[in-house]
Protein backbone atom coordinates (compact mmCIF):
# COMPACT_ATOMS: atom_id res chain seq x y z
CA UNK A 1 0.00 0.00 0.00
CA UNK A 2 2.67 2.37 0.75
CA UNK A 3 4.65 1.41 -2.88
CA UNK A 4 1.27 2.92 -4.43
CA UNK A 5 0.72 5.49 -1.97
CA UNK A 6 4.46 6.95 -3.00
CA UNK A 7 3.73 6.00 -6.77
CA UNK A 8 0.03 8.29 -6.70
CA UNK A 9 2.06 11.13 -4.92
CA UNK A 10 4.39 11.10 -7.70
CA UNK A 11 1.64 11.44 -10.30
CA UNK A 12 0.28 14.00 -8.38
CA UNK A 13 3.57 15.61 -8.40
CA UNK A 14 4.10 15.64 -11.97
CA UNK A 15 1.07 16.27 -14.06
CA UNK A 16 -1.43 17.93 -11.66
CA UNK A 17 0.76 20.66 -10.11
CA UNK A 18 2.08 21.64 -13.13
CA UNK A 19 -0.78 21.26 -15.74
CA UNK A 20 -0.18 24.28 -17.81
CA UNK A 21 3.63 23.76 -17.72
CA UNK A 22 2.74 20.11 -19.51
CA UNK A 23 0.28 21.30 -21.56
CA UNK A 24 2.91 24.44 -23.23
CA UNK A 25 5.61 21.75 -22.92
CA UNK A 26 5.80 21.99 -26.48
CA UNK A 27 4.57 25.90 -26.58
CA UNK A 28 3.86 26.06 -30.40
CA UNK A 29 1.67 22.90 -30.27
CA UNK A 30 -0.20 23.91 -27.14
CA UNK A 31 -0.99 27.64 -28.23
CA UNK A 32 -2.11 26.21 -31.67
CA UNK A 33 -4.36 23.98 -30.51
CA UNK A 34 -6.27 25.85 -27.80
CA UNK A 35 -5.82 29.17 -30.71
CA UNK A 36 -7.83 26.57 -33.40
CA UNK A 37 -10.48 25.83 -31.02
CA UNK A 38 -11.24 28.71 -29.98
CA UNK A 39 -10.91 29.88 -33.87
CA UNK A 40 -12.94 27.21 -34.92
CA UNK A 41 -16.01 28.74 -32.65
CA UNK A 42 -15.72 32.02 -33.84
CA UNK A 43 -15.99 30.79 -37.07
CA UNK A 44 -19.75 29.10 -35.94
CA UNK A 45 -20.76 32.53 -34.37
CA UNK A 46 -19.63 34.56 -37.28
CA UNK A 47 -21.66 32.37 -39.74
CA UNK A 48 -24.59 32.45 -37.91
CA UNK A 49 -24.41 36.05 -37.73
CA UNK A 50 -24.22 36.34 -41.64
CA UNK A 51 -26.66 33.56 -42.16
CA UNK A 52 -29.49 36.03 -40.67
CA UNK A 53 -28.80 38.69 -43.88
CA UNK A 54 -28.69 35.78 -46.13
CA UNK A 55 -32.13 34.48 -45.51
CA UNK A 56 -33.58 38.09 -45.37
CA UNK A 57 -32.40 38.92 -48.94
CA UNK A 58 -33.71 35.69 -50.23
CA UNK A 59 -37.09 37.00 -48.85
CA UNK A 60 -36.60 40.52 -50.77
CA UNK A 61 -35.22 38.59 -53.65
CA UNK A 62 -31.83 40.39 -53.37
CA UNK A 63 -29.83 38.81 -56.11
CA UNK A 64 -26.44 40.76 -55.66
CA UNK A 65 -26.78 40.51 -51.77
CA UNK A 66 -27.52 37.03 -51.48
CA UNK A 67 -24.74 35.96 -53.76
CA UNK A 68 -22.28 38.59 -51.78
CA UNK A 69 -23.48 36.77 -48.45
CA UNK A 70 -23.17 32.87 -50.16
CA UNK A 71 -19.90 33.94 -50.84
CA UNK A 72 -19.13 34.78 -47.24
CA UNK A 73 -20.81 32.06 -45.80
CA UNK A 74 -18.69 29.54 -48.29
CA UNK A 75 -15.37 30.75 -47.34
CA UNK A 76 -16.59 30.29 -43.79
CA UNK A 77 -17.47 27.55 -44.40
CA UNK A 78 -14.54 26.14 -45.84
CA UNK A 79 -12.36 27.66 -43.26
CA UNK A 80 -13.98 26.26 -40.80
CA UNK A 81 -13.54 22.82 -42.08
CA UNK A 82 -10.08 23.48 -42.64
CA UNK A 83 -9.58 24.37 -38.66
CA UNK A 84 -11.86 21.45 -37.35
CA UNK A 85 -9.52 19.08 -38.78
CA UNK A 86 -6.49 20.95 -37.99
CA UNK A 87 -7.45 21.16 -34.23
CA UNK A 88 -8.48 17.88 -34.57
CA UNK A 89 -5.11 16.59 -35.55
CA UNK A 90 -3.26 18.95 -33.42
CA UNK A 91 -5.38 17.82 -30.18
CA UNK A 92 -4.30 14.00 -31.39
CA UNK A 93 -0.59 15.35 -31.63
CA UNK A 94 -1.14 17.26 -28.03
CA UNK A 95 -2.33 13.97 -26.60
CA UNK A 96 0.31 11.81 -27.94
CA UNK A 97 3.04 14.54 -27.05
CA UNK A 98 1.44 14.78 -22.94
CA UNK A 99 1.87 10.97 -22.38
CA UNK A 100 5.07 10.78 -24.13
CA UNK A 101 6.12 13.81 -21.94
CA UNK A 102 4.46 12.17 -18.86
CA UNK A 103 5.26 8.99 -18.86
CA UNK A 104 9.42 10.06 -19.43
CA UNK A 105 8.83 12.60 -16.23
CA UNK A 106 6.72 9.58 -14.47
CA UNK A 107 9.63 7.38 -15.17
CA UNK A 108 12.61 9.74 -14.40
CA UNK A 109 10.72 10.69 -10.75
CA UNK A 110 9.88 6.52 -10.19
CA UNK A 111 13.12 4.96 -11.25
CA UNK A 112 15.54 7.57 -9.69
CA UNK A 113 13.75 9.14 -6.38
CA UNK A 114 11.61 6.29 -5.27
CA UNK A 115 13.54 3.40 -6.94
CA UNK A 116 13.44 1.05 -3.82
CA UNK A 117 9.48 1.32 -3.80
CA UNK A 118 9.66 0.98 -7.67
CA UNK A 119 12.17 -2.52 -7.82
CA UNK A 120 9.33 -3.93 -5.49
CA UNK A 121 5.99 -3.88 -6.71
CA UNK A 122 4.59 -5.85 -9.85
CA UNK A 123 4.91 -5.53 -13.40
CA UNK A 124 1.07 -5.24 -13.74
CA UNK A 125 1.11 -1.97 -11.29
CA UNK A 126 3.89 -0.66 -13.40
CA UNK A 127 2.10 -1.59 -16.48
CA UNK A 128 -0.76 0.35 -15.23
CA UNK A 129 0.89 3.33 -14.18
CA UNK A 130 2.50 3.73 -17.77
CA UNK A 131 -0.71 3.18 -19.46
CA UNK A 132 -4.02 3.28 -17.87
CA UNK A 133 -3.07 6.00 -15.53
CA UNK A 134 -0.96 8.40 -17.60
CA UNK A 135 -4.12 7.95 -20.26
CA UNK A 136 -6.68 8.73 -17.75
CA UNK A 137 -4.84 11.97 -16.60
CA UNK A 138 -4.12 13.10 -20.22
CA UNK A 139 -7.80 12.69 -21.18
CA UNK A 140 -9.53 13.32 -18.38
CA UNK A 141 -7.86 16.15 -17.15
CA UNK A 142 -5.17 18.07 -19.05
CA UNK A 143 -6.94 17.49 -22.58
CA UNK A 144 -10.08 18.69 -20.86
CA UNK A 145 -9.21 21.90 -19.46
CA UNK A 146 -8.29 22.67 -22.95
CA UNK A 147 -12.02 21.79 -24.14
CA UNK A 148 -13.36 23.57 -20.75
CA UNK A 149 -11.75 27.12 -22.03
CA UNK A 150 -13.35 26.67 -25.31
CA UNK A 151 -16.49 26.05 -23.61
CA UNK A 152 -15.83 29.33 -21.93
CA UNK A 153 -15.22 31.21 -25.09
CA UNK A 154 -18.16 29.31 -27.00
CA UNK A 155 -21.23 30.32 -23.77
CA UNK A 156 -19.67 33.88 -24.31
CA UNK A 157 -19.61 34.04 -27.85
CA UNK A 158 -23.04 32.79 -27.86
CA UNK A 159 -24.81 35.40 -25.80
CA UNK A 160 -22.61 37.79 -27.17
CA UNK A 161 -23.71 37.08 -31.24
CA UNK A 162 -27.20 37.31 -29.78
CA UNK A 163 -27.01 40.79 -28.54
CA UNK A 164 -25.70 41.93 -31.65
CA UNK A 165 -28.28 39.86 -34.04
CA UNK A 166 -31.68 41.00 -31.65
CA UNK A 167 -30.53 43.15 -28.33
CA UNK A 168 -33.50 42.15 -27.14
CA UNK A 169 -33.00 38.34 -26.83
CA UNK A 170 -30.61 39.26 -23.97
CA UNK A 171 -33.32 40.20 -21.86
CA UNK A 172 -34.56 35.92 -22.13
CA UNK A 173 -31.69 34.18 -23.46
CA UNK A 174 -29.66 34.85 -20.09
CA UNK A 175 -32.13 33.77 -17.62
CA UNK A 176 -32.64 30.62 -19.31
CA UNK A 177 -28.70 29.47 -19.16
CA UNK A 178 -28.89 30.51 -15.14
CA UNK A 179 -31.28 28.48 -15.09
CA UNK A 180 -29.62 25.61 -16.95
CA UNK A 181 -26.25 26.32 -15.29
CA UNK A 182 -28.31 26.08 -12.13
CA UNK A 183 -30.00 23.15 -12.84
CA UNK A 184 -26.54 21.20 -13.70
CA UNK A 185 -24.72 22.73 -10.80
CA UNK A 186 -27.43 21.06 -8.46
CA UNK A 187 -26.68 17.84 -10.25
CA UNK A 188 -22.75 17.82 -9.81
CA UNK A 189 -22.58 17.07 -5.98
CA UNK A 190 -24.81 14.48 -6.62
CA UNK A 191 -22.60 12.96 -8.83
CA UNK A 192 -20.42 13.27 -6.07
CA UNK A 193 -22.31 11.67 -3.64
CA UNK A 194 -23.36 9.09 -6.14
CA UNK A 195 -19.39 8.56 -6.33
CA UNK A 196 -18.48 8.36 -2.54
CA UNK A 197 -21.55 6.02 -1.73
CA UNK A 198 -20.41 3.46 -4.28
CA UNK A 199 -17.02 3.65 -2.54
CA UNK A 200 -18.69 3.26 0.87
CA UNK A 201 -21.00 0.64 -0.51
CA UNK A 202 -18.19 -1.43 -2.23
CA UNK A 203 -15.48 -1.28 0.62
CA UNK A 204 -18.46 -2.34 2.69
CA UNK A 205 -19.38 -5.23 0.39
CA UNK A 206 -15.17 -6.33 0.27
CA UNK A 207 -15.12 -5.92 4.52
CA UNK A 208 -18.22 -8.60 5.39
CA UNK A 209 -17.43 -11.15 2.28
CA UNK A 210 -13.82 -11.42 1.52
CA UNK A 211 -11.87 -9.97 4.76
CA UNK A 212 -14.67 -11.76 7.09
CA UNK A 213 -13.90 -15.16 6.09
CA UNK A 214 -11.42 -15.08 8.10
CA UNK A 215 -12.65 -13.88 11.33
CA UNK A 216 -15.55 -16.14 10.87
CA UNK A 217 -13.70 -19.05 11.15
CA UNK A 218 -11.57 -17.47 14.27
CA UNK A 219 -15.36 -16.76 15.44
CA UNK A 220 -16.67 -20.23 14.71
CA UNK A 221 -14.01 -22.39 16.32
CA UNK A 222 -14.37 -20.47 19.50
CA UNK A 223 -17.94 -21.17 19.00
CA UNK A 224 -19.28 -17.59 18.24
CA UNK A 225 -20.89 -18.46 14.65
CA UNK A 226 -24.10 -16.59 15.47
CA UNK A 227 -22.46 -13.16 16.58
CA UNK A 228 -20.79 -13.82 13.16
CA UNK A 229 -24.23 -14.25 11.65
CA UNK A 230 -25.65 -11.68 13.25
CA UNK A 231 -22.85 -8.78 12.22
CA UNK A 232 -22.59 -10.14 8.87
CA UNK A 233 -26.32 -9.59 8.33
CA UNK A 234 -26.03 -5.95 9.96
CA UNK A 235 -23.70 -5.23 7.34
CA UNK A 236 -25.56 -6.42 4.75
CA UNK A 237 -28.24 -4.34 5.61
CA UNK A 238 -25.86 -1.28 5.79
CA UNK A 239 -25.08 -2.13 1.65
CA UNK A 240 -28.13 -2.38 0.92
CA UNK A 241 -29.35 1.18 2.30
CA UNK A 242 -26.20 2.51 0.36
CA UNK A 243 -27.34 0.94 -2.72
CA UNK A 244 -30.90 2.37 -2.29
CA UNK A 245 -30.26 5.74 -1.59
CA UNK A 246 -27.34 5.85 -4.51
CA UNK A 247 -30.54 4.82 -6.53
CA UNK A 248 -32.22 7.64 -5.34
CA UNK A 249 -29.83 9.91 -5.95
CA UNK A 250 -29.20 8.54 -9.27
CA UNK A 251 -32.89 9.07 -9.93
CA UNK A 252 -32.72 12.71 -8.87
CA UNK A 253 -29.78 13.32 -11.09
CA UNK A 254 -31.58 11.96 -14.38
CA UNK A 255 -34.65 14.28 -13.32
CA UNK A 256 -32.15 17.32 -13.61
CA UNK A 257 -30.81 16.17 -16.52
CA UNK A 258 -34.24 15.73 -18.44
CA UNK A 259 -35.64 18.89 -16.37
CA UNK A 260 -32.74 20.78 -18.02
CA UNK A 261 -33.78 19.24 -21.57
CA UNK A 262 -37.57 19.70 -21.03
CA UNK A 263 -36.52 23.55 -20.51
CA UNK A 264 -34.95 23.42 -24.18
CA UNK A 265 -37.48 22.16 -25.60
CA UNK A 266 -40.77 23.79 -24.29
CA UNK A 267 -38.61 26.80 -25.15
CA UNK A 268 -38.10 25.90 -29.17
CA UNK A 269 -42.19 24.49 -29.11
CA UNK A 270 -42.94 28.08 -27.45
CA UNK A 271 -41.09 29.95 -30.06
CA UNK A 272 -42.25 27.76 -33.21
CA UNK A 273 -46.05 28.52 -31.86
CA UNK A 274 -45.24 32.08 -31.66
CA UNK A 275 -43.07 32.11 -35.52
CA UNK A 276 -46.85 30.97 -36.84
CA UNK A 277 -48.96 33.57 -34.88
CA UNK A 278 -47.26 36.49 -34.91
CA UNK A 279 -44.74 37.18 -37.12
CA UNK A 280 -43.34 37.87 -40.14
CA UNK A 281 -40.75 35.95 -42.33
CA UNK A 282 -38.29 38.13 -41.99
CA UNK A 283 -38.73 37.94 -38.16
CA UNK A 284 -38.99 34.12 -38.34
CA UNK A 285 -35.24 34.27 -39.63
CA UNK A 286 -34.24 36.12 -37.48
CA UNK A 287 -35.81 33.52 -34.31
CA UNK A 288 -34.69 30.68 -36.04
CA UNK A 289 -30.82 32.26 -35.79
CA UNK A 290 -32.12 32.75 -32.56
CA UNK A 291 -33.15 29.15 -31.54
CA UNK A 292 -29.97 27.50 -33.15
CA UNK A 293 -28.16 29.92 -31.26
CA UNK A 294 -30.00 28.96 -27.78
CA UNK A 295 -29.49 25.34 -28.53
CA UNK A 296 -25.94 25.82 -28.74
CA UNK A 297 -26.20 27.47 -25.67
CA UNK A 298 -27.70 24.62 -24.24
CA UNK A 299 -25.87 21.73 -25.79
CA UNK A 300 -22.74 24.08 -24.29
CA UNK A 301 -23.58 24.81 -20.82
CA UNK A 302 -24.58 20.74 -20.77
CA UNK A 303 -20.87 19.71 -21.74
CA UNK A 304 -19.42 22.86 -19.65
CA UNK A 305 -20.61 21.58 -16.65
CA UNK A 306 -20.04 17.91 -17.36
CA UNK A 307 -16.46 18.94 -18.09
CA UNK A 308 -16.02 20.82 -15.23
CA UNK A 309 -17.44 17.58 -12.62
CA UNK A 310 -14.82 15.56 -14.32
CA UNK A 311 -12.20 18.23 -13.60
CA UNK A 312 -13.03 18.69 -10.49
CA UNK A 313 -13.81 15.00 -9.15
CA UNK A 314 -10.47 13.76 -11.05
CA UNK A 315 -8.77 16.69 -9.10
CA UNK A 316 -10.06 16.47 -5.81
CA UNK A 317 -9.20 12.63 -5.65
CA UNK A 318 -5.59 13.35 -5.98
CA UNK A 319 -5.75 16.60 -3.25
CA UNK A 320 -7.65 13.96 -1.35
CA UNK A 321 -4.44 11.08 -1.73
CA UNK A 322 -2.36 13.82 -1.38
CA UNK A 323 -3.79 14.79 1.96
CA UNK A 324 -3.82 11.52 3.41
CA UNK A 325 -0.15 10.73 2.69
CA UNK A 326 2.74 10.14 5.07
CA UNK A 327 5.21 10.98 2.41
CA UNK A 328 9.20 10.25 3.49
CA UNK A 329 11.16 12.02 1.31
CA UNK A 330 14.55 9.79 1.29
CA UNK A 331 17.74 11.44 1.80
CA UNK A 332 20.39 11.19 -1.38
CA UNK A 333 23.30 12.96 0.91
CA UNK A 334 24.38 9.59 2.10
CA UNK A 335 28.03 8.96 1.67
CA UNK A 336 29.25 6.23 3.22
CA UNK A 337 31.32 4.83 0.23
CA UNK A 338 33.91 2.38 1.44
CA UNK A 339 37.59 3.94 2.61
CA UNK A 340 39.04 0.34 2.57
CA UNK A 341 37.15 -2.24 1.78
CA UNK A 342 33.01 -3.23 -0.04
CA UNK A 343 32.12 -7.14 1.20
CA UNK A 344 29.21 -8.71 -0.17
CA UNK A 345 27.99 -12.02 2.17
CA UNK A 346 25.69 -14.30 1.72
CA UNK A 347 24.54 -14.90 4.94
CA UNK A 348 22.52 -17.63 4.40
CA UNK A 349 24.81 -20.33 3.92
CA UNK A 350 26.51 -21.61 6.98
CA UNK A 351 30.15 -20.88 5.45
CA UNK A 352 28.64 -17.44 4.57
CA UNK A 353 30.86 -17.02 1.03
CA UNK A 354 31.58 -13.71 0.61
CA UNK A 355 33.39 -11.46 -2.04
CA UNK A 356 35.76 -8.83 -0.48
CA UNK A 357 36.68 -5.77 -2.91
CA UNK A 358 38.79 -2.88 -1.80
CA UNK A 359 38.72 1.26 -2.63
CA UNK A 360 40.42 1.21 -6.09
CA UNK A 361 40.52 -2.29 -7.14
CA UNK A 362 39.97 -3.40 -11.01
CA UNK A 363 37.17 -6.44 -10.36
CA UNK A 364 36.57 -8.46 -13.25
CA UNK A 365 33.49 -10.40 -12.19
CA UNK A 366 33.36 -13.74 -14.59
CA UNK A 367 30.41 -16.59 -14.82
CA UNK A 368 28.32 -18.32 -17.19
CA UNK A 369 25.29 -16.97 -18.80
CA UNK A 370 22.59 -16.79 -16.39
CA UNK A 371 25.11 -17.33 -13.33
CA UNK A 372 23.83 -14.11 -12.18
CA UNK A 373 26.64 -11.70 -13.10
CA UNK A 374 24.17 -8.80 -13.75
CA UNK A 375 21.83 -9.48 -11.36
CA UNK A 376 25.29 -8.57 -9.04
CA UNK A 377 25.43 -5.51 -11.08
CA UNK A 378 22.22 -4.14 -10.21
CA UNK A 379 22.88 -5.14 -6.62
CA UNK A 380 26.02 -3.29 -6.33
CA UNK A 381 24.68 -0.38 -8.04
CA UNK A 382 21.75 0.16 -5.27
CA UNK A 383 19.40 -0.68 -8.45
CA UNK A 384 18.02 -4.32 -6.48
CA UNK A 385 17.73 -5.44 -3.01
CA UNK A 386 18.39 -9.93 -2.42
CA UNK A 387 17.56 -11.58 0.61
CA UNK A 388 20.09 -12.46 2.78
CA UNK A 389 22.81 -11.05 0.48
CA UNK A 390 24.55 -8.12 2.62
CA UNK A 391 26.63 -4.93 1.59
CA UNK A 392 29.45 -4.25 3.94
CA UNK A 393 31.33 -1.15 3.70
CA UNK A 394 34.31 -1.01 6.09
CA UNK A 395 32.75 -3.67 7.87
CA UNK A 396 29.14 -2.32 8.64
CA UNK A 397 26.18 -3.94 6.65
CA UNK A 398 24.21 -1.70 5.13
CA UNK A 399 20.71 -1.05 5.97
CA UNK A 400 17.41 0.56 4.45
CA UNK A 401 17.92 4.20 2.99
CA UNK A 402 21.67 3.98 3.49
CA UNK A 403 21.62 1.85 0.01
CA UNK A 404 21.01 5.04 -1.60
CA UNK A 405 24.70 5.92 -1.18
CA UNK A 406 25.63 3.08 -3.66
CA UNK A 407 23.21 4.79 -6.06
CA UNK A 408 25.02 8.04 -5.20
CA UNK A 409 28.57 6.88 -5.63
CA UNK A 410 28.24 4.21 -8.36
CA UNK A 411 27.44 4.56 -12.01
CA UNK A 412 26.37 1.32 -13.36
CA UNK A 413 27.07 0.57 -17.37
CA UNK A 414 24.63 -1.58 -19.17
CA UNK A 415 24.50 -3.25 -22.25
CA UNK A 416 21.23 -0.96 -22.29
CA UNK A 417 21.76 2.16 -24.39
CA UNK A 418 19.74 5.33 -22.64
CA UNK A 419 20.19 8.59 -24.41
CA UNK A 420 18.41 11.71 -23.83
CA UNK A 421 17.27 13.83 -26.89
CA UNK A 422 19.86 15.93 -27.06
CA UNK A 423 22.90 16.32 -28.79
CA UNK A 424 25.80 13.86 -28.55
CA UNK A 425 28.31 16.17 -26.25
CA UNK A 426 25.23 16.70 -24.01
CA UNK A 427 24.70 12.89 -23.87
CA UNK A 428 28.29 12.53 -22.84
CA UNK A 429 28.24 15.02 -19.78
CA UNK A 430 25.06 14.41 -19.40
CA UNK A 431 25.88 12.59 -15.62
CA UNK A 432 28.65 15.52 -14.99
CA UNK A 433 28.00 17.68 -11.86
CA UNK A 434 30.74 20.68 -13.26
CA UNK A 435 29.59 20.56 -16.91
CA UNK A 436 31.32 23.20 -18.40
CA UNK A 437 34.49 21.90 -17.03
CA UNK A 438 33.97 18.29 -18.49
CA UNK A 439 33.47 19.23 -21.80
CA UNK A 440 37.32 19.98 -22.34
CA UNK A 441 37.59 16.15 -20.90
CA UNK A 442 35.15 14.92 -22.94
CA UNK A 443 36.83 16.35 -26.08
CA UNK A 444 39.71 14.41 -24.91
CA UNK A 445 38.55 10.77 -24.33
CA UNK A 446 36.26 11.30 -27.73
CA UNK A 447 39.86 11.41 -29.16
CA UNK A 448 41.23 8.58 -27.52
CA UNK A 449 38.50 6.30 -27.81
CA UNK A 450 38.57 6.94 -31.61
CA UNK A 451 34.92 8.55 -31.93
CA UNK A 452 36.81 12.61 -33.30
CA UNK A 453 34.66 11.41 -36.44
CA UNK A 454 31.21 12.05 -35.08
CA UNK A 455 29.52 15.51 -34.79
CA UNK A 456 29.11 16.04 -30.75
CA UNK A 457 26.70 18.84 -31.85
CA UNK A 458 24.32 17.12 -34.38
CA UNK A 459 21.13 16.41 -32.61
CA UNK A 460 19.18 13.07 -30.99
CA UNK A 461 17.33 12.39 -34.33
CA UNK A 462 20.39 12.72 -36.83
CA UNK A 463 22.68 10.25 -34.66
CA UNK A 464 20.74 7.79 -33.04
CA UNK A 465 20.29 5.65 -35.84
CA UNK A 466 23.73 5.74 -37.53
CA UNK A 467 25.81 5.32 -34.48
CA UNK A 468 26.94 1.19 -34.30
CA UNK A 469 26.60 -0.84 -31.09
CA UNK A 470 30.44 -0.15 -30.03
CA UNK A 471 30.30 3.52 -30.59
CA UNK A 472 27.02 4.04 -28.38
CA UNK A 473 29.01 1.39 -25.78
CA UNK A 474 32.45 3.95 -26.18
CA UNK A 475 29.97 7.00 -25.70
CA UNK A 476 28.08 5.21 -22.40
CA UNK A 477 31.45 4.51 -20.71
CA UNK A 478 32.80 7.96 -21.33
CA UNK A 479 29.83 9.64 -19.56
CA UNK A 480 30.50 7.50 -16.64
CA UNK A 481 34.32 8.20 -16.68
CA UNK A 482 32.80 12.22 -17.08
CA UNK A 483 30.74 11.57 -13.95
CA UNK A 484 31.76 11.87 -10.29
CA UNK A 485 31.06 8.71 -8.83
CA UNK A 486 33.52 6.64 -6.95
CA UNK A 487 32.54 3.02 -8.54
CA UNK A 488 32.32 2.23 -11.98
CA UNK A 489 30.31 -1.27 -13.05
CA UNK A 490 30.43 -1.94 -16.52
CA UNK A 491 28.18 -4.70 -17.79
CA UNK A 492 28.98 -6.57 -20.48
CA UNK A 493 29.57 -3.04 -22.14
CA UNK A 494 33.03 -3.61 -23.86
CA UNK A 495 31.07 -7.07 -26.05
CA UNK A 496 30.34 -4.75 -29.31
CA UNK A 497 33.70 -2.86 -29.37
CA UNK A 498 36.17 -4.07 -32.00
CA UNK A 499 39.34 -5.21 -30.30
CA UNK A 500 41.53 -2.51 -31.03
CA UNK A 501 39.49 -0.17 -29.58
CA UNK A 502 38.51 -2.51 -26.69
CA UNK A 503 42.35 -2.35 -25.56
CA UNK A 504 42.34 1.33 -25.60
CA UNK A 505 39.42 1.53 -23.23
CA UNK A 506 40.63 -1.03 -20.88
CA UNK A 507 44.16 0.68 -20.65
CA UNK A 508 42.45 3.26 -20.08
CA UNK A 509 39.52 2.65 -17.76
CA UNK A 510 42.44 0.04 -15.78
CA UNK A 511 44.46 2.98 -15.32
CA UNK A 512 42.35 5.21 -13.46
CA UNK A 513 42.09 5.83 -9.56
CA UNK A 514 38.39 4.62 -9.18
CA UNK A 515 37.18 1.08 -8.59
CA UNK A 516 36.27 -0.56 -11.31
CA UNK A 517 34.34 -3.71 -11.59
CA UNK A 518 34.13 -5.38 -15.29
CA UNK A 519 31.12 -8.44 -15.49
CA UNK A 520 31.98 -9.96 -18.36
CA UNK A 521 31.90 -13.86 -19.60
CA UNK A 522 34.12 -13.38 -22.74
CA UNK A 523 37.05 -11.64 -21.64
CA UNK A 524 40.49 -12.77 -20.64
CA UNK A 525 42.42 -11.57 -17.59
CA UNK A 526 44.26 -8.51 -17.91
CA UNK A 527 47.60 -7.78 -16.26
CA UNK A 528 46.07 -4.37 -14.99
CA UNK A 529 43.66 -6.28 -12.95
CA UNK A 530 43.54 -6.78 -8.92
CA UNK A 531 41.40 -9.65 -9.28
CA UNK A 532 39.07 -11.95 -10.86
CA UNK A 533 35.91 -13.22 -9.12
CA UNK A 534 33.53 -16.07 -10.21
CA UNK A 535 29.97 -14.87 -9.19
CA UNK A 536 28.76 -18.57 -8.44
CA UNK A 537 30.61 -18.31 -5.39
CA UNK A 538 28.34 -16.89 -2.93
CA UNK A 539 25.18 -18.33 -4.51
CA UNK A 540 23.47 -15.39 -5.42
CA UNK A 541 20.19 -16.22 -7.02
CA UNK A 542 19.06 -19.06 -4.37
CA UNK A 543 18.45 -15.88 -2.66
CA UNK A 544 16.26 -13.83 -4.88
CA UNK A 545 12.81 -14.59 -4.56
CA UNK A 546 11.69 -12.71 -7.63
CA UNK A 547 12.59 -14.57 -10.76
CA UNK A 548 11.38 -12.23 -12.94
CA UNK A 549 13.70 -9.95 -11.94
CA UNK A 550 16.60 -12.09 -12.22
CA UNK A 551 15.47 -13.09 -15.79
CA UNK A 552 15.55 -9.52 -16.78
CA UNK A 553 18.87 -8.96 -14.58
CA UNK A 554 21.19 -12.18 -16.06
Not at 125 to 132: A, E, F, L, P, R
Not at 255 to 262: D, P, Q, R
Not at 266 to 277: E, K, N
Not at 481 to 508: G, M, P
Amino acid sequence: MKNNDEIHRVIYDTSFKNTLKNIFHNPILGFLTIFLKLFVVVLILVETYFLNPLIENIINKNNDEIIKYLIILSAIFAANVVCSISAKFLSLKLELTLKNHLQFKLAEKLSLNNLESWNSISNETKISVYSNIINNIVIEYHLKIIDFIKSIAILIGAILTLGIILPIGLTYVIPIALIAIGLQFLAIPLMNKIGELSNNGNNKFYNSTLKSRENFLLLKRNGFETTYKNIFKKEQEEIQKINKKESKLISLVIFFAVGTANVGLSISVGLTFMLVVYFSYAQIAVIMSLISLMFMIFQNVIGFLEMLGSIIMSKSSFDEINTKLKYKNINYDNNLMFNKEIKIVNESLDEKPYITINKGNKVLVTGDNGSGKSTLAKFLSGNLKIDNIIIKIDNESIVNNDYYSLINNSYLVSNVHYFEKETILENLIFASEKKSSSIKKAYELVDLFNLSHLNLSSKYEEYINLLSEGEKQRIQIIRALLSNKEVIILDESLSNIDKLNRQIVLDYVLNTDRTIIIISHGLNPNSLLDKVVDVKKIHLLDNLKNKEVANEAI
